[in-house]
């Protein structure tokens, strides 16, 4: 291997490396402390995760809503529970603003739990609460929202609701430095 040949293995290798370095990464959670610079997240397993709040760090708030506000049209995500025949049964529903990320698969890696984002084509009431048929490209899901699943819509959020006891899902890059900085924050409370 001649002196250019490994020059630009090594420039390959450094860029690789450099951009494994700045993959962004999810974090979920319970908010323990706010700053006003660094956000302190309790993630499910006990994990204590800080958090950089920047200037362009991206804060979004989940407003509770009706599930009669949810109409033909409406971008959904809707994370649902597979009962053992099959059916999928909600137990969030948001609305977006516009598509993200549209499809049907697996949440968190689960068999029994599924991550709908699409368009609703219909709405029916069923004895076991409303039944949303859901759109994307390439196929369709029906999925009954019983009573007591969480619904809301996405609203601009601001620091002020990034408080403890909050619930935080967020995306963050890892700087130089090793320190996590939020480039999006969903918060949500009461069990929204």
């Not at 506000?69 to 049964?89: H, M, Q, Y």
């Not at 759109?135 to 403890?164: F, H």
């Given at each position: 291997?001649?002196?250019?040949?490994?020059?630009?293995?090594?420039?390959?290798?450094?860029?690789?490396?450099?951009?494994y370095a700045q993959t962004n990464i999810r974090v979920r959670?319970?908010?323990?402390?706010?700053d006003g610079a660094v956000l302190s997240v309790k993630s499910r397993e006990g994990k204590e995760t800080a958090i950089q709040i920047g200037e362009k760090t991206v804060i979004v708030y989940t407003q509770p809503i009706s599930i009669e506000e949810i109409r033909p049209g409406d971008f959904l995500g809707v994370t649902s529970r597979k009962n053992d025949d099959g059916t999928l049964a909600a137990f969030e529903v948001r609305r977006f603003p516009k598509p993200l990320n549209p499809g049907h698969r697996p949440f968190d890696g689960r068999n029994d739990q599924t991550m709908t984002n699409a368009t609703v084509s219909a709405t029916v009431q069923s004895t076991s609460g409303r039944e949303l048929t859901l759109?994307?490209?390439?196929?369709?899901?029906?999925?009954?929202?019983?009573?007591?699943a969480a619904i809301s819509m996405l609203v601009p959020g601001e620091r002020s609701q990034l408080m403890p006891g909050s619930i935080a899902n967020l995306t963050a890059a890892p700087g130089d430095d090793g320190k996590l900085t939020a480039l999006r924050i969903q918060v949500s409370k009461d069990g929204v």
């Amino acid at each position: 291997m001649n002196k250019f040949s490994r020059l630009l293995l090594c420039c390959a290798l450094a860029l690789a490396n450099s951009a494994y370095a700045q993959t962004n990464i999810r974090v979920r959670g319970t908010i323990t402390a706010f700053d006003g610079a660094v956000l302190s997240v309790k993630s499910r397993e006990g994990k204590e995760t800080a958090i950089q709040i920047g200037e362009k760090t991206v804060i979004v708030y989940t407003q509770p809503i009706s599930i009669e506000e949810i109409r033909p049209g409406d971008f959904l995500g809707v994370t649902s529970r597979k009962n053992d025949d099959g059916t999928l049964a909600a137990f969030e529903v948001r609305r977006f603003p516009k598509p993200l990320n549209p499809g049907h698969r697996p949440f968190d890696g689960r068999n029994d739990q599924t991550m709908t984002n699409a368009t609703v084509s219909a709405t029916v009431q069923s004895t076991s609460g409303r039944e949303l048929t859901l759109t994307y490209e390439g196929g369709s899901q029906k999925i009954v929202v019983p009573a007591n699943a969480a619904i809301s819509m996405l609203v601009p959020g601001e620091r002020s609701q990034l408080m403890p006891g909050s619930i935080a899902n967020l995306t963050a890059a890892p700087g130089d430095d090793g320190k996590l900085t939020a480039l999006r924050i969903q918060v949500s409370k009461d069990g929204v």
